[in-house]
């Protein structure tokens, strides 16, 4: 066999082909003429060095490498089937399709969204997820939950946070010793940070009125809900926003450090495509969320 990939069209022409053991009845299945599937047929036969089919007057018989390819393709196209009905099959009966951060999901929508299963239960819903805030937006996504600086152009769009950003850390880390008793004790401690975000450590700093300078250790994330995970488990003090760290601040695993928080200049807005009907799933779901009446 030849290296490379074998294209597909072969590949289903050859397992229709030996399903009717017809050319002809193949080409009907496959809206193509028979000469073209006798083509791809005889082009995966020379692909591959081996006869599938002995063909005669009465049609095709399978020769005992046909046999033993026949459940292979049939198996494999039967997969990509089930896989497309899973990921697709729905889009018809108005599926709702949200994408959302990973961290901002766990702390933030979860509980939201199971409220409006509950009271929608015909909706079928598909949550996805993302890391980066700044992947474009998909038409195979009804609405799309992300970080931004403001409005999207061209989309109806609603804030969902107005983040105050601060430094919180586990209460045992807080005690000490030594005692984090004003924002200057930071300058010896370990700093995490989550990438993406328009304030950082620098801006804190700059608004407590010290010089950041200098940090024991200073850890990234690509996740806010890693840098406050961590923080709770005391390994260091992490920037947070209020909104992402609601849940571990109720439950007393994280607590806020000093009196000095800034305002976020990036924050999470709910979006959706304009001029939707209101029976959409995509406007119910807004209204739920925005806490709307459902029209």
Sequence with gaps: MKNGKTPV???RSFEVAARHLSLSA???????TPAAVSQQVRLLEL?????????HARG??????????????????????TALAELFGDRGK????????????RQWLLARLAGFARKHPEIPIRLVTTVWAGEPLDSSVDVDIRLTAGPIPGMQSH???????FPVCSP????????????????????????????????WFAAAGIDPEPSATRLEFDSMRLALEMAALGHGVALARSSYAE???????????FNVRISASDNVYMTLARGLEGSSPAVQFRDWILGKPVR
Excluded: M, Y
């Excluded at 849940?247 to 450090?257: C, N």
């Design 9 to 11: 069209n072969w590949l």
């Design 26 to 32: 193949a080409a009907s299945e496959l809206n193509v």
């Design 47 to 55: 692909r591959l060095g081996e006869k599938l089919f002995v063909r």
């Design 60 to 81: 095709l018989r399978l020769t005992l490498a046909g046999e033993a390819l026949v459940p292979v393709c049939r198996e494999s196209f039967e997969r990509l089937d």
């Design 94 to 105: 108005q599926q709702l399709v949200i994408r959302v951060s990973l961290g901002f999901a």
């Design 159 to 165: 804030q969902l946070t107005h983040d105050a950003v």
């Design 172 to 203: 045992g880390l807080a005690k000490g010793p030594p005692r984090l008793r004003r924002p200057s004790d930071l300058r010896h401690r370990s700093l995490l940070t989550t990438i993406g975000f328009a304030e950082g450590w620098r801006h």
């Design 247 to 257: 849940d571990l601040l109720r439950a007393g695993r994280v607590k806020p450090l």
